[in-house]
């Protein structure tokens, strides 16, 4: 640790003019403690150095958990998905420059995917910034923050954290959460400030989060149509995982007799296996269901924009809680803005008024379906294919996982997520993370410690070996905190699969080439985690099974054959153009 004591501001005007006087006098990074603690906040994900590193001493000091990482994306990935499991803000510590750039990323992608958290990050002292004098890690990071986090907030003055920090919480949590930015500069943290003044200052915000009740007439015109529907479907979206309805879906579901189809992160509000879950279905229900429901799930590219398969014909209600994301691809005939919890309550207590018109053929037609879509997935499964497939692989951590339903399911990869998330039924809310709305690949380890850390639970991340490559070392902070976290690395050697062909005469791998002979368990045991390497689907049955049960870090190399896998699984179509040899 540096020595704080010394008198006199260095060149990035991180150290405070004169030494603090204890206990009369406090530092920002002190204030900042407290009013984190005064929000609610108790686990900070960071990656220290210059001017943070003793922000977090002194937070880990006043009681708030640190969890230092690898890399600050992976740390903000964390604090994104404790932010999603607990419904309030995660909060991600970096140092200035490139540890915040790397931080924003999980930033963004937290703002995209509706997830609260807060950046807070230590930046260089202002004046050298403005004047372009090429100070130290100088960057205006706030400007940059702005353009992708749902809000940015700059503290100039320590006296300004404690508002600053309820600013930036109101912000996280409040209507469409997402993250946000919160600079403090250098000189700002190492500010000496009064004792009894900054207490003074200190304040735990009312009622941050309020709830935001739909109007009569929305849900009357909602109820109506829903009422007036032969086959209508509910779509559930993360927004309903996040808001922690669950309780009121499953009367509304139990009470109405309508299907419902979960998206990704949405598997699990209700049983995948429940009677009404139109899983299998999907098709089905973009060209024939004739109401919708979108209860926290938006219109986009993942349900086609509202156009492709869907029927031109298709009505749609939807609940949420951003005004503006209705009518973003197309007509919303009934929106419900609010809250999920106070629409669905809203519903609820309406539906008796109502009488539903479903078609009595509807629900058997797509339980009909289901069985016969299950049964063929099931033969597929079913093939112990050595080397092994993705299928091969999944039919053992499926047959694991769902014998252990209260483990969460972190996912990301190409055909190693569609296929992982085709295969495993999900039978809790909030027991799957995944890279979500933006498909990226790189959230893995750092969601991985996220969930643990927030919820107590084991966890069992499937990775494909291109999408761990990107988070790779921060097992290391797996091991380091001792948490409960198996993860398999699908290997088929590559970005897609391992068999990759280059077009011109060079000698060099393909584009998509990776590393199919690579032994990701030795990583496992450079940092003291159990180690396997498996190469059928019961060796990869037992390790999966041992490695739960023993709630200790582990790494499970799964060996795929290197011809496992499409580009882009399930997405190629998003490709501009297939593969054109290139004539010079
Ligand atoms: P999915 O990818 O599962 O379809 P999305 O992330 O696209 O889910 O959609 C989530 C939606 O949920 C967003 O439009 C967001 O505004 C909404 N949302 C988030 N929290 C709430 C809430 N508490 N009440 C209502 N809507 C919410
Ligand atoms: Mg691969």
């Not at 499953?250 to 009404?276: C, N, R, W």
Request: charged residues 20%; aromatic residues 6%; proline residues 6%.
């Amino acid at each position: 640790m540096q020595d704080t004591t010394k008198n006199g501001a260095t060149g990035c005007g991180c150290k405070p003019a004169a030494e603090p006087k204890f206990p009369e006098q406090v530092t920002g990074m002190y204030i900042l403690a407290q009013a984190l603690k005064k929000v609610g906040i108790d686990t900070i994900y960071g990656l220290v150095g210059i001017p943070v590193t003793e922000a977090a001493y002194i937070a880990q000091g006043q009681g708030i958990r640190f969890l230092g990482f690898r890399h600050e994306q992976q740390a903000g990935m964390a604090a994104a998905t404790h932010g999603y499991l607990t419904g309030k803000p995660g909060v991600l510590l970096t140092v200035s420059s490139l540890g915040f750039m790397n931080g924003l990323t999980a930033t963004a992608n937290a703002t995209v995917n509706c997830y609260p958290m807060i950046q807070i990050s230590g930046s260089s002292e202002r004046e050298p910034i403005d004047l372009n004098q090429g100070n130290y890690e100088a960057l205006d990071q706030y400007s940059v923050a702005k353009t992708v986090a749902k809000a940015a907030y700059r503290v100039n003055r320590a006296e300004d954290i404690p508002i600053a920090v309820v600013r930036a919480y109101r912000t996280a949590i409040s209507g469409r959460p997402g993250g946000v930015y919160l600079d403090i500069t250098a000189p700002c943290l190492g500010q000496i400030v009064d004792h009894d003044v900054a207490e003074k200052l200190l304040f735990t915000p009312v009622d941050p989060q309020p709830a935001m009740v739909p109007s009569p007439a929305s849900v009357d015109r909602a109820m109506k149509l829903l009422a007036s529907a032969k086959k209508p479907a509910f779509i559930f979206g993360k927004g309903a995982a996040f808001a922690q309805v669950e309780d009121l879906l499953t009367q509304l579901v139990e009470k109405t007799g309508i299907p419902f189809y979960p998206m990704s992160m949405a598997k699990g509000l209700m049983p995948d296996k429940h009677p009404l879950s139109a899983l299998s279905c999907r098709s089905t229900i973009m060209e024939e269901a004739d109401v919708v429901v979108l209860v926290g799930a938006r219109l986009n590219w993942l349900l086609s924009r509202g156009h492709g398969k869907w029927s031109p014909d298709t009505k749609f209600i939807q609940l949420d809680i951003d005004p503006v994301e209705i009518d973003c691809n197309r007509q919303i005939d009934a929106p419900v803005v609010g809250d999920l919890r106070s629409s669905l309550e809203a519903m609820l207590n309406s539906l008796p008024s109502y009488k539903m018109s479903m078609d009595a053929a509807w629900v058997p037609g797509l339980q009909a379906q289901t069985k016969v879509k299950n049964a063929k997935f099931a033969e597929r499964l079913a093939v112990k294919t050595v080397p092994m497939t993705h299928w091969s692989a999944l039919s053992a951590a499926k047959e694991v996982i769902e014998a252990n339903p209260d483990v969460i399911l972190v996912n990301e990869g190409a055909n190693t997520l569609d296929d992982t998330r085709d295969t495993i039924d999900m039978s809790l809310p909030r027991h799957r993370v995944d890279c979500a709305t933006w498909a990226i690949m790189g959230m893995g380890m750092g969601s991985a410690v996220g969930a643990a850390v927030a919820t107590g639970k084991s966890v069992v991340a499937i990775e494909g070996d291109s999408a761990f490559g990107f988070s790779g070392m921060d097992f290391s902070t797996i091991c380091r905190y001792e948490l409960p976290v198996t993860v398999c690395i699908f290997n088929n050697g590559g970005i897609y699969n391992g068999i990759g062909e280059p077009l011109d005469k060079t000698t060099d791998p393909a584009p998509t080439t990776l590393d199919i002979n690579a032994r990701y368990d030795k990583l496992a045991e450079a940092f003291g985690a159990k180690a396997y390497y498996v190469t059928t689907p019961d060796e990869y049955a037992a390790a999966l099974k041992e490695a739960i049960a023993s709630k200790a870090p582990a790494l499970i190399d799964v060996q795929l054959a290197a011809d496992a896998g499409k580009e882009s699984g399930h997405i190629g179509y998003l490709n501009p153009a297939s593969l054109i040899p290139v004539t010079v």
